[in-house]
């Protein structure tokens, strides 16, 4: 397949040559001087001036032919010095093509060629969501291209952009950009302005349980990470709990009657920002990043030896990039993962998943903690930006915990690749949105868009669309106690607080702080971990026994952020308590029991002997 560049906008040269005699374009050096004034209306006016030197005194340039990717041109305009020489747009599978045929027949060495060609385009610039994005293509490594220089001028009120690739400074005036051939080699340019974006999620997940017997299951919802904020604002049904795994996951739970299937339907909105917030790890779970799994194949001896070339997580993420081809024809098929040590011994046959594992694996080998994200990534243009998993057309990508930052840093080296290098590692953009993380797992869980039955394959589960803003709001924790109103003293006493998260937003970790006058311990401190929406945590607690003849009413104030809760318990000794009550009067009750059943034989053998004394007295009397 031709090699795509971003927008697809390569400048191959056709030259047809007089007299007619096989000939290469080598025969002419080009010089391009390109400017792209964006509008604010979207639309983008693109000036080409082009100079043809002629390296020969037997030919001279005819016609002339430039292939642009660009979907929707208008306008088009092509003069050379002595008038119009455009002789038509071809619109082709992939792109559009100019053509000219000049007026003027310049030949000689040294001698030159100048003509420009002009056009409108809407497919530079757009506005999308909060954000404008301007896409401009890259430079094909043509041997008669001399010189390369682009200029952008963008309107003033766009601001400053939130990153450009390449990395280069403005003009003085803050909104002309200027690139030259150095800096773009064959990756062209991208630039962003704006803080964040946002993103209104609409999700569907099928479960269906096919047995005879209740069964308990989950579905992971895209969560908050380091680069984004979740807000639930709705989850139908609603689920009995919702979870956070060590991965960082929200899985939401469900109790399935037997033979019952139950749609989910999750509304959310997500707030993305460009750069990642702090996210220290322990020692220890960072460990767990280090770990073989299915298709990371850390310790196979071709990854091993591998990664002594490969001293970083830039290191391997140019090597991926470059190493691996991205294969298409993949992307509408269904076949199995390959993991990381297929696709090292096979790199022509790869798609997202094959760059991630093997990213993975390569990191993991050198002593650097890595995972995978899936996830959705906004894309206009899938030959340049493909999205590989087949469930609702998703995407994956890895990220590596960086030590010195101490935070995970996400980089997308499929993306590097089919862009032709465009910097995917040192800045990402915000267009990857994550549903699901990967690494103590290399399966599970599945991402929204994964839950499909097997007659509902063509259903769309996933729909993204911008939103036009994020209100930020506090998180709401309703607080339910359940600790005993009554004690008997003498005896531990256990109760819970049951946390839950009634808001849109997760709750953050905190800490509950219990108090009492008279119960030991009289203060407590117990750490929570954070509560994702529609997520709730129960807290166990306990109080040492008191003094046998203890009794008063304690006071326990429950306190947790904001919220404070006071609770009443009352201690009673065991004697004067129901318990003790009741067990007085059955101990009373058995020894009367007892008395009654002692005093009866006694009884009737008094009588016994009375009887025996007067017939022997009546027997005298005879």
Known sequence: ??????????????????????????????????????????????????????????????????????????????????????????????????????????????????????????????????????????????????????????PANFGQPAFIKPNIRPASNGNIYIFSKNDLNSSGISMTFG???????????????????????????????????VQIQNISPKPENVKIDADGNWLAQYLLSPSSKKDIVVNEKIQL???????????????????????????????????????????????????????????????????????FLNPTSAVCLEFTDLFIALTRAAGIPAREVDGFAYTQNTK?????????????????????????????????????????????????????????DSNYPVPAGGYKLPDEQSIKDVNVAFAPQYTDENSKVSVVDNLPDKLISGFTSKGYILLKNTGQIVSPSQTITIQSNFLTPRSQSINIDSIPPFGQVMVPVSFAKTSFLTNRTDTTRIMVGGSLIIHQTKIIPLFLSKWGLLGGVIIFAGILIISIIAIKPRNLSFFRRKRENSLRREGKES
């Open 273 to 343: 920002k460009l750069t990642p917030s702090s996210q220290p790890e322990s020692l220890s779970k960072l460990s767990d990043y280090l770990k073989e799994k299915q298709y990371w194949e850390v310790s196979n001896k071709n990854i091993k030896d591998k990664t002594k070339e490969l001293k970083s997580p830039y290191d391997v993420y140019n090597f991926v990039s470059n190493y691996l081809t991205y294969d298409y024809s993949r992307v509408a098929s269904n076949e199995p993962r390959l993991g990381a040590l297929k696709t």
């Open 195 to 229: 803080n964040e974006q946002v993103y209104q999620l609409n999700l569907t997940y099928h479960l269906y349980n096919k047995n005879l017997f209740p069964v308990r299951t989950e579905i992971a919802i895209p969560p908050d990470t380091n680069y984004q904020k």
């Open 1 to 154: 397949m031709r090699k795509i560049f971003l927008f697809i906008f390569s400048l191959l040269i056709f030259l047809s040559l007089f007299p007619l005699k096989a000939q290469a374009s080598s025969d002419f050096l080009a010089n391009y001087n390109v400017k792209y004034q964006v509008s604010n209306d979207q639309n983008t006016h693109v000036q080409i001036n082009i100079t043809l030197s002629n390296k020969t005194d037997n030919y001279y340039a005819a016609s002339y032919k430039i292939h642009l990717g660009f979907n929707d041109i208008r306008n088009v305009r092509a003069a050379d010095g002595e008038g119009n020489i455009l002789t038509g747009v071809d619109k082709g599978e992939e792109d559009q093509v100019i053509n000219v045929k000049f007026n003027q027949k310049i030949s000689g060495p040294n001698n030159k060629l100048n003509f420009s060609i002009s056009f409108d385009t809407p497919d530079v610039a757009q506005k999308l969501g909060k954000i404008w994005e301007i896409n401009i293509p890259g430079l094909d490594s043509a041997s008669d291209i001399s010189d390369f220089n682009v200029q952008v001028i963008v």
């Open 384 to 440: 340049e930006r493909p999205l590989s998993l087949v469930k609702d057309i998703l995407h994956a990508w890895p990220e590596y915990y960086d030590k010195d930052k101490k935070t995970w840093i996400m980089v997308d080296p499929t993306w590097a690749n089919t862009t032709g290098g465009l910097d995917y590692f040192n800045v990402l953009d915000f267009d990857h949105i994550a549903f699901v993380i990967k690494g103590i």
